[in-house]
């Protein structure tokens, strides 16, 4: 219970991150996002076109484009990911509907920030992921895809999506606000890829003294792994040597939990890992 409480809390610090980030290092210079809230930016933009007037804000309209994309995620993915998804997207909304609109950009170079949002934007919507929900859109729709097709993540599907928005930006404005554009969406998508635990591969290999580690890893993440008998050069002392392959929010749960089974545990750990065969994307419980 107490996890759960925490990781609805940091789902909700995930979406207010990516408000921030949006709010004061984006919408300031004009910028178009690779994204739903892209999106949400071109239909403000029209409405402002067509009425004359300030338009409705970008958070509302974000809420509601997320409305029948949440119901996928109810269907297709858990309740419990569509539960922190809606509470990570209401907050995200909520937060950057309530941040002052910011005339005159922070810094006066774009590329700076171009970076510092994408870092800032990025990291907060792969910080709601690696907790268990997103800020819906195509997040939703990248976790979807992503479970179905093992060479798709959720930054490249963003990426496609990105094509209708920056071809808006291009023929509405001027080149300069394109080219930025694509900047922080490529800085954007890179950050939330790496920030996304379940997007990074991790090779394990453990030695141990109990069995029961192999049967327990191989039951808990419902991972295949291999399982030779070794014997040290020096002690002579037999041991379990298991090779395992896991998504890195995986193997960071698994290793708190194996070290306090076997205190005498020793694991190596390489990331980068690139997998040739059946490694099924397990992105929530």
Same mark, same amino acid.
């Given at each position: 219970?107490?996890?759960?409480?925490?990781?609805?809390?940091?789902?909700?610090?995930?979406?207010?991150?990516?408000a921030?980030?949006?709010?004061?290092?984006?919408?300031?210079?004009?910028?178009? !996002?690779?994204?739903?809230?892209?999106?949400?930016?071109?239909?403000?933009?029209?409405?402002?076109?067509?009425?004359?007037?300030?338009?409705?804000?970008?958070?509302? *309209?974000?809420?509601?484009l997320?409305?029948?994309?949440?119901?996928?995620? +109810?269907?297709?993915? =858990?309740?419990?990911f569509?539960? $922190?998804? /809606?509470?990570?997207?209401?907050?995200?909304?909520?937060?950057?509907?309530?941040?002052?609109?910011?005339?005159?950009?922070?810094?006066?170079?774009?590329?700076?920030?171009?970076?510092?949002?994408?870092v800032?934007?990025?990291?907060?919507?792969?910080?709601?992921?690696?907790?268990?929900?997103?800020?819906?859109?195509?997040?939703?729709?990248?976790?979807?895809?992503?479970?179905?097709?093992?060479?798709?993540?959720?930054? $490249?599907?963003?990426?496609?999506v990105?094509?209708?928005?920056?071809?808006?930006?291009?023929?509405? %404005?001027?080149?300069?606000?394109?080219?930025?554009? !694509?900047?922080?969406?490529?800085? %954007?998508?890179? /950050?939330l890829?790496?920030?996304?635990f379940? =997007?990074?591969?991790?090779?394990?290999?453990?030695?141990?003294?109990?069995?029961?580690?192999?049967? %327990?890893?191989?039951?808990?993440?419902k991972?295949?792994?291999?399982?030779? $008998?070794?014997?040290?050069v +020096?002690? &002579?002392?037999?041991? %379990?040597?298991?090779?395992? /392959?896991?998504?890195k +929010? &995986?193997?960071?749960?698994?290793? $708190?939990?194996?070290?306090?089974?076997d205190?005498?545990?020793?694991? *190596?750990?390489?990331?980068?890992?690139?997998?040739?065969?059946?490694?099924?994307?397990?992105?929530?419980?």
């Amino acid at each position: 219970m107490k996890k759960e409480i925490k990781d609805y809390i940091l789902c909700i610090s995930g979406g207010i991150i990516y408000a921030f980030g949006i709010s004061f290092f984006v919408f300031p210079m004009g910028l178009f !996002i690779g994204n739903i809230t892209g999106i949400a930016q071109i239909i403000n933009d029209i409405v402002r076109s067509l009425t004359h007037t300030e338009g409705i804000s970008t958070g509302i *309209i974000l809420l509601f484009l997320n409305l029948p994309l949440m119901f996928l995620s +109810y269907r297709v993915i =858990n309740r419990k990911f569509f539960i $922190k998804t /809606v509470i990570t997207v209401i907050a995200q909304s909520v937060a950057m509907a309530s941040f002052p609109v910011i005339d005159k950009p922070l810094f006066n170079d774009p590329l700076t920030l171009c970076i510092i949002g994408g870092v800032i934007a990025g990291f907060g919507s792969g910080f709601s992921l690696r907790h268990g929900g997103c800020g819906g859109g195509l997040d939703i729709l990248g976790v979807y895809i992503s479970l179905k097709k093992k060479n798709f993540s959720v930054g $490249k599907v963003s990426l496609f999506v990105s094509f209708a928005v920056f071809l808006f930006a291009i023929m509405k %404005y001027n080149v300069q606000i394109f080219a930025y554009s !694509i900047i922080f969406t490529l800085i %954007y998508t890179f /950050v939330l890829d790496n920030s996304h635990f379940q =997007n990074v591969k991790i090779a394990s290999l453990i030695v141990t003294k109990k069995p029961e580690i192999g049967r %327990y890893i191989n039951n808990t993440v419902k991972r295949g792994i291999t399982v030779w $008998k070794g014997k040290g050069v +020096y002690s &002579e002392n037999e041991n %379990y040597i298991i090779l395992a /392959v896991l998504n890195k +929010y &995986e193997f960071l749960n698994l290793k $708190k939990i194996l070290e306090k089974m076997d205190p005498e545990i020793f694991m *190596i750990d390489w990331g980068g890992t690139n997998v040739t065969g059946n490694f099924k994307t397990q992105l929530f419980d």
